[in-house]
């Protein structure tokens, strides 16, 4: 498919040289955008915004709907039946996954050992 958009001159001069990437940069822009609306995010947002003490980070689960869900779009996404804002989603799990991994072995460091 073929598409024309007209671009303000920054931009276009910001996109000219990863003209051949376009429509990868196009992809991961839609599915970050998807994404952003993921109840994950918020919940982990909303526990940050409190100050959370490190023992609470290291306490820390997302509630269980959200599991729940995550586990449902592996399944899924084992049997290949993801749409695509449903593998956004997915990924977005992920990579927030890995974030409260990383804030845990951080917390770790503050907690004085038993």
Do not use: C, W
Not at 78 to 88: F, G, V
């Amino acid at each position: 498919m073929q598409l024309t958009i007209e671009l303000p001159d920054e931009l276009g001069q910001r996109v000219a040289p990863e003209r051949e990437h376009l429509a990868d940069i196009i992809e991961r822009g839609l599915q970050q955008r998807r994404s952003e609306q993921s109840g994950l995010r918020r919940e982990l947002i909303a526990f940050l915004a409190r100050g959370p003490q490190p023992r609470e980070i290291l306490a820390y689960r997302p509630p269980t709907t959200l599991i729940d869900r995550a586990n449902e779009l592996l399944r899924r996404a084992k049997s290949a039946a993801l749409s695509q804002s449903e593998e956004a989603e997915l990924d977005e799990f992920a990579s927030l996954d890995h974030l409260v991994a990383l804030l845990k072995a951080e917390a770790r460091r503050h907690v004085p050992a038993a």
